[in-house]
């Protein structure tokens, strides 16, 4: 489906429907084509530093009886998220799944409802989020930053990010807001909450010039997709400070080179970003309190040893050295040296100031 750029999403979805339309005047079997997420069809873009999906495409043809069921929920979906779109609402991906019984549209999970919007975007070329589905999962945002809101009965007003001393939750609202002035030099993104609530406190924010945002593990897309924004618009740069261990790396690697599950989104990565650590060397260097690896932790390493995403030298490096030392370790180890320690050595040490 050919979507032009200026195109709204609510434009995208009536076009979708137009022409499901008129195969059925014409008495065709409508059927829909979309690109395939098989494993086969993904590919690592060097060159954009992320996953994308390859030429080949899927049908769901409703003159096949083995389609008919996915086709009408894609249908169905189209129709619920035009809805959304035209009463300003939102619906997370949970909602979404119970609004299928009000319509007798039978999902045998919300995974079989959650592939179904993933169709969606492939078939659109937009992301959830544009349709006002998200995820429950929220990440907080704080720093020297304005943004205004675009969602209705919000228009035009804005908040300034340092208006909470816990962070703002980074919601629809926020993700969709445009930011209209800042003051930072960096934005910081941090994996565990006491570390992002530490540099509020201690207003490390201030002296670092940084916009802090807490991931909470894996950040959801909303997160990604709003830092990707803040980093275009204002022209920032990102570190990523996570936890000493194969899943603190990945988190990493996620933000800055994308997933397979996602690599039919094309806004999601911030190829530029930098992992400051904990890496290996930092546990060695700083004598931190760490932890034996276990079988789970050395199979992860193994995993990413053949990630084509970790193929560059650094990475490699760091992946080497953390199967040698076989030890991993939190960010709030730091506190061995007392509680400032993080914020008044390593991270200035790390960001250069």
């Not at 979906?77 to 979404?96: C, P, Y």
């Not at 079989?112 to 169709?119: C, K, L, P």
């Not at 910081?188 to 991931?215: K, N």
């Not at 080179?257 to 904990?278: D, F, Q």
């Amino acid at each position: 489906m050919n979507k032009k750029k200026e195109d709204s999403p609510l434009d995208v979805l009536k076009d979708f429907g137009s022409r499901l339309m008129v195969e059925i005047q014409r008495g065709v079997f409508p059927s829909i084509s979309f690109p395939d997420r098989g494993t086969d069809n993904i590919r690592f873009d060097s060159d954009l530093g992320r996953f994308t999906l390859g030429n080949a495409t899927i049908t769901r043809d409703s003159s096949n009886l083995k389609h008919i069921r996915s086709f009408a929920q894609l249908v169905w979906v189209a129709s619920f998220v035009k809805q959304l779109l035209e009463s300003g609402r939102t619906s997370s991906l949970r909602d979404l799944y119970y609004s299928a019984e009000a319509y007798d549209v039978e999902f045998k999970n919300q995974a079989e409802s959650d592939r179904i919007i993933t169709d969606l975007e492939c078939v659109t070329g937009l992301a959830r989020e544009d349709f006002a589905i998200y995820s429950e999962e929220h990440s907080s945002i704080f720093g020297q930053l304005v943004m205004r809101y675009t969602v209705p009965g919000y228009e035009d007003k804005t908040v300034n990010l340092t208006m909470s001393p816990d962070g703002l939750p980074i919601g629809p609202a926020l993700m969709t807001a445009e930011p209209v002035s800042s003051d930072a030099r960096c934005i910081l993104a941090v994996e565990s909450g006491g570390i992002f609530s530490r540099l509020i406190e201690t207003r490390a924010w201030d002296r670092f010039g940084c916009i802090l945002v807490h991931l909470g593990g894996q950040p959801p897309r909303s997160t990604r997709r709003l830092m990707r924004k803040l980093c275009v618009h204002l022209d920032l740069p990102l570190f990523i400070f996570t936890d000493g261990d194969p899943w603190g790396m990945h988190i990493a690697q996620v933000i800055i080179s994308g997933s397979a599950n996602a690599a039919h989104i094309s806004e999601l990565t911030v190829p530029s970003a930098k992992w400051i650590g904990i890496t290996p060397e930092d546990i060695t260097h700083y004598s931190l309190p760490s932890e034996d690896m276990k079988n789970v932790d050395l199979k992860r390493l193994d995993e990413l040893t053949r990630d084509i995403r970790y193929a560059d030298e650094t990475w490699q490096k760091h992946i080497h050295r953390f199967r040698e030392l076989r030890k991993k370790a939190e960010q709030q180890s730091f506190s061995k040296y007392g509680v400032d320690f993080v914020v008044d050595t390593y991270l200035p040490d790390k960001l250069n100031i």
